[in-house]
Nanobody, 121 residues
């Protein structure tokens, strides 16, 4: 059974940090680029970051540049999103998604179930 499972979300104060994980089972992530998306209440889903198959290429939404870092450990079949200097506007459900290709084409083909991140004092 193919599964993508996000973890690491939670409640954090503004300025705090969280590290999200996206672990795959039933298939190998290292053939594909991987995305992180997020969806805040009442808003459309937006792309946060993407990492290519071998990690040589990454991109970030302007709103998270300099604060978030995407990485991957193909040996562990896991992708991470380190989130620092969190702001209340980062509050959202965060999803990882497998790209259709080995590079960040922006075409997700498979989604995880999401993990809630809440930034509040």
């Amino acid at each position: 059974q193919l599964q993508l499972v996000e973890s690491g979300g939670g409640l954090v104060q503004p300025g705090g940090s969280l590290r999200l994980s996206c672990a795959a089972s039933g298939f190998t992530l290292d053939y594909y680029a991987i995305h992180w998306f997020r969806q805040a209440p009442g808003k459309e889903r937006e792309g946060v970051s993407c990492i290519s198959r071998r990690g040589g290429s990454t991109n970030y939404a302007d709103s998270v540049k300099g604060r978030f870092t995407i990485s991957r450990d193909n040996a562990k079949n896991t992708v991470y999103l380190q989130m620092n200097s969190l702001k209340p506007e980062d509050t959202a459900i965060y999803y990882c998604a497998v790209d259709k290709y080995s590079y960040c084409s922006g075409i997700p083909s498979y989604w995880g179930q999401g993990t809630q991140v809440t930034v509040s004092s």
